[in-house]
């Protein structure tokens, strides 16, 4: 199945189609659900994940993007050229950086924030190729898969940055909110839209108390999230 393949629940698997960058995959039947597709690069080690978990890529009914960077929505494009014939679905304030590609500035409140500014947005990294045919998803609807997906809008890492509560798994998809590599924290400053936002959506996701929190840098967060989340937040005012 590759490096860092795992079923989180029942039906919901964790992918990392390019080391340190994780996204999903919910399967029920033949309904496929991708959530987040790593870079451009990756499509095609995806595409060999997705196999080795049964997904075809004629299965994948949607794919829902966290956000609009360019190592979550990367692949999408390369996805869709080939034998990917879904929907594609994004928080309402990030469908138009998916459809350009043009990314948001940083928080430019922060000294970390202004100097990511100054860098330059050329290269593949930074400016992902673009999804025009992006649409915005219905925050707080549910999906009818695996017991129900429900979008909840947690911005400020963009400002259209979304998670994904799957409550019959007991588990939450979230994005970039927080990173789990080596120890738990929130995004890093440089990468937030802005950063006290991005603070509001950690408690969002404490709300949520999952019993799993999978997250798209780092390991999964499986012992007391909610509390967690709470101290993380608290460390940080």
């Keep these: 199945m590759g490096a860092g393949v795992f079923e989180l629940a029942d039906g919901v698997w964790q992918l990392a189609p390019s080391p340190g960058i994780n996204?999903?995959?919910?399967r029920d039947g033949d309904d496929a659900t991708l959530?987040?597709?790593?870079l451009s690069s990756s499509a095609a080690n995806l595409v060999r994940q997705l196999r080795g978990v049964g997904v075809r890529r004629g299965d994948i009914r949607r794919v829902l993007l966290t956000h609009s960077h360019a190592d979550h929505m990367g692949a999408v494009a390369p996805l869709l050229r080939t034998r990917v014939n879904a929907e594609v679905l994004a928080g309402e304030a990030d469908v138009e950086a998916v459809r350009t590609g043009v990314q948001p500035d940083a928080d430019?409140?922060?000294?970390?924030?202004?100097?990511?500014?100054?860098?330059?947005?050329?290269?593949?990294?930074?400016t992902p190729q673009p999804v025009p045919e992006a649409q915005a998803i219905a925050i707080g609807t549910t999906i009818p898969v695996a017991g129900g997906l429900v979008p909840v809008a947690t911005p400020g890492h963009t400002p259209g940055h979304v998670a994904y509560h799957l409550p019959a798994r007991d588990v939450v998809l979230g994005g970039d909110v927080v990173w789990n590599f080596f120890r738990l924290r929130p995004a890093p400053t440089?990468?937030?839209?802005?950063?006290?936002?991005?603070?509001?959506?950690?408690?969002?996701?404490?709300?949520?108390a999952p019993g799993t929190l999978a997250l798209a840098h780092g390991s999964p967060v499986d012992d007391?999230?909610?509390?967690r989340l709470r101290q993380l937040v608290a460390d940080h005012a």
């Design 190 to 208: 440089m990468t937030c839209w802005r950063v006290e936002a991005n603070h509001d959506s950690i408690l969002r996701l404490a709300d949520l």
């Design 108 to 126: 430019p409140s922060t000294v970390a924030g202004r100097m990511w500014n100054l860098l330059p947005r050329s290269t593949p990294f930074v």
């Design 35 to 38: 959530v987040d597709t790593g």
């Design 224 to 227: 007391d999230p909610a509390g």
């Design 23 to 26: 996204c999903w995959v919910v």
